[in-house]
């Protein structure tokens, strides 16, 4: 039954598809996924240093660590204060709509490589479990009856491997012009017959030009998009979100991106600020582009590992391995930094180097889509965290 | 099956169109002999990248004590070193398009990739070709030991990976300032360059190398420096083996990069790491424990390993299996419509740019700036994506629209670009396009051109 009444509403959709986006139009977009709750995961690529995004000023070993970086921030708590690049999202603290998880980490230990990091935080694996062919979110999508090729958008132009796998995913990056003749559409279809990998690219982008051309309101949004995607300074995390708040008001479920430049071995205070920056960036732009969606979203952001707590020789630090993740939106429980605090004294430090994870970020993100989806434990344990004791509940959601 | 001669073109060139080494044999040979086209079509020395350098630091100091009009001229400055990035970007297109040896190229970005170095910024990328042309191109058909020493003696990549900034705690700096160890290009020498993730290394490994590693250092006159007084003192232990002892020297540095040079791990990593660049996503594994032995018994003497490669029946078996790079993509198309390399030599920094380096950019590889030091991926499944794709086909339509009168009928020019390559599926369809212009584009976009 639900089967044919999808199949029914997709086939109006596409007949309206110019209408996609009209505000009455949204019962049909809701038939397209099984569940209303939004999720947006950013995966931070380079190794964020959670100790200077979050710092724990309350730790009296913090100051003597890391005797060069700045102290001035946005005081969170008695024990807590936030990196001052990101005081734009100060006002979603105090609205209880940020969240962070602190001393957590993957369970990717002693490599303290960026590449075997971040696979690992994308496929959601353990060591020794064997690399995993598929990302998380793709085995979320999985283990959901009723998902389409549009619940869940990959956006920007490099790979994520978090959402690869065998479940259809869409795939396009802001300002990318597309517009074929309908004979080259015929002949295009022709040539890529024997060869799934170009046909299945090359009927996803038809699709998605036509309908996101059809679907906007003016003309110049791609162009002006290019031109974001080009310049620098949180222009392009701006068009990325501004793109994935767009599809998230449609019919889209489940959107990520990446934002790069976390890798701060020297003088970090510059890269730091800006890429904090670029962060803050889009999850305001999500929340702006989002509207009263944002109610029903959650903005996860992840590393693939914390970095050293004591600053190295160049005021900047090496890659480490415990951190901080950060959550968004107006689905969650915010207002607070989870985690439990190992301390910062030598003896309380992994390898006498590393903040010491106490917590997994497989678990808080599986949480965040129990409470979101109402995925059931088992599922998120066996099926998309093989082998991830989700523990106890941190009331991530409201 | 294609025949031996379109193989080579394809997978071990930048494909049909214009002439090109024909066989193993000439695969080989054509390493041999004169860098022609490095002096056909140069690039800027380092000597002229730092003293544009230091003119820019300059401006930069005059800017911010508030000299007039300094601030124009910063720009000036900031323009002439992103046109050197931009010109050697040309400057490669145009070796390519007309080498008759391009094997050559695909070993000179084939290295480059694998020691990737990016531009911390729009200045400093203005050495990127520079690094490529003489830390790299010199020795593709030399000793690997040879141009593993050249990079992490090259300031590009110095700074790139932060080893400029690594003072030994102990060394004289050291001690007198409030300065230290950074360890990041010690861990990629081991994890990417060398050994590989999995080839056996420790943190205490990595630690001992990067004391090691201090002292090389950037001065910005003279490039590549050796400052004993940045250098840790000491004896250090890499992988089993001891370095160091009595005063720190250069020598200590390099006899480490030799003996990871010629490590079991590094011969493995790279076997491995060939064979998935130039035959198969992935490979037989006969072909790389092939490559692996050549590697081991020649101690990382490339001519004797890419003999071993082309040796291996495999590296002859049907096209296919990989997806070209899109450098690879646009360096090919040049060839097929018959661009000439001075024609590409003599564009200028934004026509350069609008036509070749944006649209490779929106393909997913802008030019030398991968997003970390591990470089791009192989993975054809990783460049043949929806976004990708579009953007090939709506720059290959914009190229065969620009030279339509020059590629002339498209059934022709489907011979020239993939003769025995090409599928009667291919060939059918090209002859049933609308336009000449529209049948050359099928050519470019077909899986035939885009795969290797």
């Known amino acids: 039954m639900a089967v044919s009444r999808r199949g029914l509403l997709k086939g109006a959709a596409a007949m309206a598809c110019s209408a996609a986006a009209h505000p009455l139009m949204t019962s049909v977009t809701f038939a397209a996924a099984p569940w209303d709750a939004r999720l947006v995961v950013l995966i931070l690529r380079g190794g964020m240093d959670g100790l200077d995004a979050v710092r724990p000023v309350g730790d009296p070993a913090l100051a003597s660590a890391r005797p060069s970086m700045v102290r001035d921030g946005v005081p969170l708590n008695g024990f807590w204060q936030m990196h001052p690049a990101l005081s734009g999202l100060e006002p979603l603290w105090r609205a209880e709509e940020l969240a962070f998880a602190h001393a957590v980490s993957t369970p990717y230990r002693d490599g303290r490589s960026h590449f075997d990091g971040q696979d690992m935080l994308e496929a959601g694996t353990a060591p020794g479990m064997g690399a995993a062919r598929d990302g998380w979110l793709n085995r979320l999508l999985q283990t959901v009856p009723g998902t389409e090729g549009r619940t869940a958008f990959a956006i920007g132009r490099e790979e994520l491997k978090v959402l690869a796998g065998p479940a259809e995913v869409a795939n396009w990056s802001p300002a990318t012009p597309f517009d074929l003749s309908p004979q080259a559409r015929l002949l295009l279809g022709e040539i890529y017959a024997g060869d799934p990998l170009f046909a299945g690219a090359a009927a996803e982008a038809m699709e998605l030009a036509g309908s996101i051309a059809a679907a906007r309101e003016t003309e110049d949004a791609d162009p002006q998009m290019m031109e974001m995607m080009q310049a620098g300074g949180g222009a392009a995390e701006r068009a990325l979100a501004a793109f994935a708040a767009e599809q998230l008001r449609q019919e889209t479920r489940i959107a990520a991106f990446s934002i790069n430049g976390w890798d701060t071995h020297r003088d970090q205070a510059g890269p730091m600020r800006r890429a904090l920056g670029r962060l803050a960036e889009a999850i305001l732009t999500l929340k702006e582009g989002l509207g009263p969606v944002w109610a029903k979203t959650t903005v996860i952001a992840m590393t693939e590992f914390g970095r050293t707590v004591r600053e190295n020789g160049t005021r900047g630090t090496d890659h480490g391995t415990g951190g901080a993740m950060v959550f968004a939106g107006g689905a969650v429980r915010g207002g607070r930094v989870m985690g439990t605090w190992p301390g910062l004294n030598e003896a309380e430090l992994l390898d006498r180097r590393d903040l010491m994870p106490t917590g997994d970020v497989r678990a808080y993100a599986a949480w965040a889509m129990r409470d979101g989806f109402g995925l059931g434990a088992n599922v998120l344990e066996a099926s998309v965290f093989p082998g991830l004791r989700m523990g106890e509940d941190p009331g991530l959601l409201l | ?452």
């Open chain 2, 1 to 452: 099956m294609a025949r031996d001669e379109t193989i080579a073109a394809i997978r071990f060139g930048y494909g049909l169109g214009a002439p090109s080494e024909g066989s193993a044999g000439g695969l080989i040979d054509g390493l041999d002999g004169p860098d022609r086209m490095a002096a056909q079509y140069p690039v800027a020395g380092l000597s002229k990248v730092l003293s544009e350098m230091r003119s820019y630091r300059a401006l930069d100091r005059a800017v911010k004590a508030g000299t007039d009009g300094a601030e124009a001229e910063r720009r000036a400055g900031r323009d002439r070193l992103q046109a050197l990035f931009t010109e050697g970007f040309g400057q490669a297109m145009a070796r390519i398009a007309d080498t008759p040896t391009p094997f050559r190229e695909r070993l000179v970005w084939f290295w480059a990739d694998h020691f990737t170095a990016v531009g911390r910024n729009l200045v400093h990328r203005g050495g990127a070709p520079t690094y490529v042309d003489e830390a790299i191109r010199p020795h593709v058909a030399g000793s690997f030991a040879d141009m593993l020493k050249a990079v992490v003696t090259h300031p590009f990549m110095l700074i790139y990976l932060d080893q400029a900034a690594s003072v030994g705690p102990a060394s004289v700096v050291g001690r007198r300032r409030d300065r230290g160890l950074n360890e990041n290009l010690a861990r990629e020498v081991m994890e990417l360059h060398t050994l590989g993730v999995d080839g056996g290394y420790t943190q205490d490994d990595v630690t001992e190398l990067a004391r090691l590693m201090t002292g090389l250092s950037m001065h910005p006159e003279r490039g590549f420096i050796f400052r004993p007084q940045m250098a840790e003192p000491g004896n250090f232990r890499v992988m089993g083996r001891t370095y160091g002892g009595g005063d720190p020297t250069l020598a200590h540095v390099l006899a480490a990069m030799d003996d990871l040079a010629r490590h079991p791990a590094t011969a493995a990593h790279m076997a491995r790491k060939l064979a998935v660049h130039f035959v198969a996503d992935d490979p037989d594994p006969d072909l790389v424990s092939q490559i692996a032995v050549a590697w081991r018994e020649s101690g990382g003497d490339l001519a004797h390993v890419y003999a071993a490669l082309l040796d291996h029946p495999a590296a002859w078996a049907p096209l296919g299996g990989k997806a070209r790079q899109p450098f690879d993509f646009v360096g090919a198309t040049l060839r097929a419509v018959g661009a000439r390399g001075r024609d590409i030599s003599e564009m200028d920094p934004g026509s350069l740019r609008r036509f070749l380096a944006r649209p490779m950019a929106g393909m997913g590889q802008p030019w030398m700036s991968a997003r970390g030091p591990d470089g791009w991926p192989e993975a054809a499944s990783r460049w043949i994506t929806p976004q990708g794709l579009a953007v090939r086909i709506t720059w290959a339509r914009s190229v065969t629209d620009r030279l339509a009168e020059r590629i002339g009928d498209p059934r022709a020019f489907l011979d020239r670009a993939l003769a025995d390559a090409a599928s009667e599926r291919l060939r059918w369809a090209v002859g049933a396009a609308e336009t000449r212009a529209e049948g050359a584009a099928l050519v470019l976009v077909s899986a035939e051109f885009n795969r290797r």
